[in-house]
């Protein structure tokens, strides 16, 4: 258990569908962070948030919406995605961007 | 942040110690060495860091040349379930704005 805590761990969606992912840190961390892992690539940094404000968007596109209503709770807001997104969405925390704290990762496949 | 090079993959047999090398050959003076690791399937694991000296803690030790252009990380005594993916990364201070970025790393197969 790292303190990061991820749901749904799995989570299957059609094209037209609507979905959310959920992340929540119980390490008093003001950062925390979107990454995805495609099947056999490195991991990729989407999104960055600093005391609940976004700092960077790495070129992600727009069906990707992530919130941060906290330091402690991090969402990514899922719609009309395709089956080439399908991949393991992880979401960290740090405290003010030093080591990284990940969480268990969520499996979206899209359909 | 500077690049790092490191094998695609490596055996190890269960007991012995396991050295993973990295080369960041372009590394700049105020960047540091982080090594994660991920066990398949789960999220990235926080393992150990160093700016020029070396470091141990109770997972590992990373031993950085004195040129700082490739540093190794050491498991001394490798078991089953330290079968991962190793990932060398260089970066700026996090109070820098030093973002971590993971490449490919190196999968390591320990063996009974």
């Known amino acids: 258990e790292t303190g990061v805590t991820q749901t749904p761990r799995h989570l299957v969606m059609g094209m037209t569908n609507k979905k959310s992912l959920k992340c929540e840190q119980h390490l008093g961390h003001n950062a925390m962070y979107w990454y995805k892992q495609s099947a056999k690539k490195p991991l990729e940094l989407m999104f960055v948030y600093n005391f609940k404000e976004q700092t960077e968007n790495n070129s992600v596109p727009s069906r990707f919406s992530p919130e941060c209503p906290n330091s402690s709770h991090l969402f990514l807001h899922l719609h009309t995605l395709q089956p080439e997104h399908s991949a393991l969405y992880l979401c960290a925390s740090s405290l003010s961007g030093e080591n990284l704290f990940f969480g268990p990762g969520t499996r979206l496949t899209v359909l | 942040d500077a690049k790092t090079t490191q094998p695609t993959s490596m055996d190890c047999a269960e007991g012995r110690a396991a050295n993973l090398p990295c080369n960041h050959s372009t590394i700049s003076g105020n960047e540091y060495v982080y090594w994660y690791r991920q066990i398949h399937s789960q999220g990235p694991q926080y393992i150990i860091h160093?700016?020029?000296n070396n470091e141990t803690n109770e997972m590992a030790s990373l031993i950085i040349t004195e040129d700082r252009k490739s540093s190794t990380l050491i498991l001394p005594h490798a078991t089953l379930r330290d079968t991962a993916v190793y990932y060398c990364?260089?970066?700026?201070?996090?109070?820098?704005?030093?973002?971590?970025?993971f490449g490919q790393g190196t999968e390591l197969s320990v063996k009974p």
């Open positions: 160093g700016l020029k």
């Open positions: 990364i260089v970066r700026v201070a996090y109070n820098q704005g030093g973002k971590l970025i």
